[in-house]
């Protein structure tokens, strides 16, 4: 733990960090990526771009000062962040670059108020911040179904929905040395997670990750997963267009395990005295699609309700396949929401929810930020409220 000197100093910096964290967050990218440009292969451009990135850890660096004492209340949120790690494979090698140019950053845009005693005081609360998240991603990495990045064929390729595609993959098991050979039937994949893509898209300079949804954790045929094409808002998505535009039946993709703490587990589908609600929009119906399969699948009894909002019906995905799910359920209400027809997904529609009910949430991040505002407005519990959002998740605070 900490010295009580630097809990001190440390908390006496929140203030300060309120203030300048998204200027220190942004000056700390720059610099590192300048002497570290291999990292460009593991950041998302697009969230530095917009700005989620630098938002995102200056937020968890407000809370780490804020709760360095009992770091142990952020548990929820260093799990979330160090999934991402993992499927990124991030490694303990990657803190101490990390730590240098936060700690450069701080120096640098608070200048002389940045002294001695400040920095010392932030250096050991970096190192043991990254002690917490080095210990609990070591344990993430004995876990992982497969090690590193590892080779998949593309057996099936088809559109959910205008701009989404879905994808089926096996793993290409060539019994040679450094082949995992992966067994499909012994995986066991969770409601909610995602993999991981490496690429080398020809319109960038680096290797590009991004996280999609398993949209089933049923293996028979392969891992499933969607994409959107993210073009919208005159922003072009690098791997997104990369994949519905170039990878075809046939080819090879690299992915890292399945990945995420936002699932539906076998214990939670039994809670047959509190109604089930999967509320999503867009391609975050993708997890919430693995969510309903799970449950009726399971256990067919408890009451569903299916909330789904996206722009109108060529844009509805995966229509076919939750209605042959819905039907399975014994107890549902079903609810869609065209936007381009007026049907607004709002506050005084979430009041209509009965309460207690455990409560999935998945889609873009205003749509996010919306629902979990409205929902916390209504007192649904932050324990009965799930979510995903597309986007570093730390920007997106429940309290």
Same mark, same amino acid.
């Given at each position: 733990?900490?010295?009580?000197?630097?809990?001190?100093?440390?908390?006496?910096?929140?203030?300060?960090?309120?203030?300048?964290?998204?200027?220190?967050?942004?000056?700390?990218?720059q610099?590192?990526?300048?002497?570290?440009?291999?990292?460009?292969?593991?950041?998302?451009?697009?969230?530095?771009?917009?700005?989620?990135?630098?938002?995102?850890?200056?937020?968890?660096?407000?809370?780490?000062?804020k709760h360095?004492?009992?770091?142990?209340?952020?548990?929820?949120?260093?799990?979330?962040?160090?999934h991402?790690?993992?499927?990124?494979?991030?490694?303990?090698?990657?803190?101490?670059?990390?730590?240098?140019?936060?700690?450069?950053?701080?120096?640098?845009?608070?200048?002389?108020?940045?002294?001695?005693?400040?920095?010392d005081?932030?250096?050991?609360?970096?190192?043991?911040?990254?002690?917490?998240?080095?210990?609990?991603?070591?344990?993430?990495y004995?876990?992982?179904?497969?090690?590193?990045?590892?080779?998949?064929?593309?057996?099936?390729?088809?559109a959910?929905?205008?701009?989404?595609?879905a994808?089926?993959? @096996?793993? /290409?098991? +060539?019994?040679?040395?450094? &082949?995992?050979?992966?067994?499909?039937?012994? *995986?066991?994949?969770?409601?909610? %997670?995602?993999?991981?893509?490496?690429?080398?898209?020809?319109?960038?300079?680096?290797?590009?990750?991004?996280?999609?949804?398993?949209?089933?954790?049923?293996?028979?045929?392969?891992?499933?997963?969607?994409?959107?094409?993210?073009?919208?808002?005159?922003?072009?998505?690098?791997?997104?267009n990369?994949?519905?535009?170039? @990878?075809? /039946?046939? +080819?090879?993709?690299?992915? &890292?395990?399945?990945?995420?703490?936002?699932? *539906?587990?076998?214990?939670?589908? %039994?809670?047959?005295?509190?109604?089930l609600?999967?509320?999503?929009?867009?391609?975050?119906?993708?997890?919430?699609?693995?969510?309903?399969?799970?449950?009726?699948?399971?256990?067919?009894?408890?009451?569903?309700?299916?909330?789904?909002?996206?722009?109108?019906?060529?844009?509805?995905?995966?229509?076919?396949e939750?209605?042959?799910?819905?039907?399975?359920a014994?107890?549902?209400?079903?609810?869609?929401?065209?936007?381009?027809?007026?049907?607004?997904?709002?506050?005084?529609?979430?009041?209509?929810?009965?309460?207690?009910?455990?409560?999935?949430?998945?889609?873009?991040?205003?749509?996010?930020?919306?629902?979990?505002d409205?929902?916390?407005?209504?007192?649904?519990?932050?324990?009965?409220?799930?979510?995903?959002?597309?986007?570093?998740?730390?920007?997106?605070?429940?309290?």
């Open positions: 733990m900490a010295s009580p000197k630097t809990l001190e100093i440390v908390k006496a910096t929140v203030p300060v960090l309120e203030e300048h964290g998204t200027a220190i967050t942004t000056v700390f990218y610099n590192m990526f300048k002497e570290h440009p291999e990292l460009l292969d593991i950041f998302n451009e697009t969230n530095q771009k917009l700005g989620r990135q630098q938002t995102a850890l200056a937020t968890t660096v407000l809370a780490a000062a360095l004492e009992n770091l142990a209340i952020l548990l929820p949120q260093v799990t979330q962040i160090s991402k790690h993992r499927a990124l494979q991030i490694l303990p090698e990657h803190y101490p670059i990390v730590g240098k140019h936060l700690l450069g950053a701080i120096k640098e845009v608070l200048g002389e108020a940045a002294n001695d005693d400040i920095i005081a932030w250096t050991e609360a970096y190192d043991e911040i990254a002690g917490v998240f080095i210990q609990l991603e070591e344990d993430m004995e876990q992982a179904m497969w090690e590193g990045f590892v080779p998949f064929k593309v057996v099936a390729k088809s959910a929905a205008k701009d989404i595609a994808f089926t993959v @096996v793993p /290409v098991n +060539d019994n040679s040395e450094t &082949s995992q050979n992966i067994d499909l039937s012994k *995986l066991n994949l969770a409601a909610g %997670q995602y993999i991981t893509v490496k690429t080398d898209p020809e319109d960038s300079d680096h290797v590009a990750l991004r996280h999609y949804s398993l949209y089933s954790t049923n293996t028979d045929k392969g891992i499933q997963f969607a994409v959107r094409r993210d073009n919208r808002d005159g922003h072009y998505g690098l791997v997104s990369h994949l519905h535009d170039e @990878v075809e /039946v046939g +080819d090879i993709i690299l992915l &890292s395990a399945p990945a995420g703490d936002f699932a *539906l587990t076998e214990d939670l589908v %039994q809670q047959n005295n509190i109604p609600v999967l509320m999503s929009a867009g391609v975050g119906v993708t997890p919430i699609l693995s969510m309903l399969e799970a449950q009726v699948t399971a256990n067919p009894e408890r009451p569903i309700i299916w909330v789904y909002a996206c722009q109108n019906q060529e844009h509805h995905a995966f229509d076919t939750v209605n042959k799910l819905l039907e399975s014994a107890n549902v209400e079903k609810h869609i929401f065209y936007f381009d027809s007026g049907q607004i997904l709002d506050e005084a529609w979430l009041a209509t929810l009965p309460e207690p009910a455990d409560i999935y949430v998945c889609g873009s991040m205003p749509f996010m930020e919306s629902m979990i409205g929902l916390m407005k209504l007192d649904h519990g932050v324990d009965n409220v799930h979510y995903e959002p597309f986007g570093p998740k730390m920007s997106l605070e429940l309290s």
